[in-house]
């Protein structure tokens, strides 16, 4: 059986207890487990192109996503510097391999740099929502703000490899210019 039936009230558990389904907290955990979940996305595509350091660096992610998410729910589980520190390693690992940027950049040059700026941007969003939390004495705040960057440079990373250049914007001199479709 996969149903319970506990949470037709509109509350579910965690370890600090029953919360409203609609709770701030719970909507940061949910941005969270997004994030976690496309981030599988992004490991099975790097896997099938072969980008392993890349699905790999992914997999540790997701794993630090889920004591983030153990801690916001306030288990005994704990983001520390360590893991910080971790995904620093990571990201100067990946930044050595591609060229400085200076512009944004019009994602999608490849299916797995789409992917990863996809989860990206739910990242982001998950660290919104966890900044609304105004946590105290924490290293959730820096964790996923540096989620984010490895994000970021994992997708640059990726379209380097395939070979594809990423373009900065056009900035069209107008949204409206009937030419532009």
């Not at 990242?123 to 540096?146: C, D, H, M, Q, V």
């Amino acid at each position: 059986m996969h149903y319970t039936r506990k949470g037709d009230n509109g509350k579910t558990s965690i370890c600090a207890g029953k919360i409203s389904k609609d709770s701030p907290l719970l909507e940061a955990l949910g941005c969270v487990d997004e994030l976690n979940s496309y981030a599988g996305v992004c490991r099975a595509e790097a896997n099938k192109n072969g980008a392993r350091d890349i699905a790999n660096a992914v997999y540790e992610l997701q794993n630090g996503l889920f004591i983030l998410q153990a801690e916001l729910a306030r288990s005994d589980k704990k983001i520390t510097r360590a893991h910080i520190d971790e995904l620093e390693t990571l990201i100067e690992r990946a930044e050595s391999e591609i060229p400085p940027q200076d512009s944004f950049i019009v994602t999608g040059e490849t299916k797995l740099s789409a992917h990863i700026d996809t989860a990206r941007a739910i990242a982001r969003r998950a660290e919104r929502r966890i900044t609304a939390l105004r946590l105290k004495k924490s290293e959730i705040p820096a964790y996923i703000n540096r989620v984010s960057s490895l994000l970021y440079v994992l997708a640059r990373l990726s379209a380097l490899r395939e070979g594809k250049k990423e373009q900065p914007p056009g900035y069209p001199s107008s949204p409206c210019d009937p030419n532009r479709i």
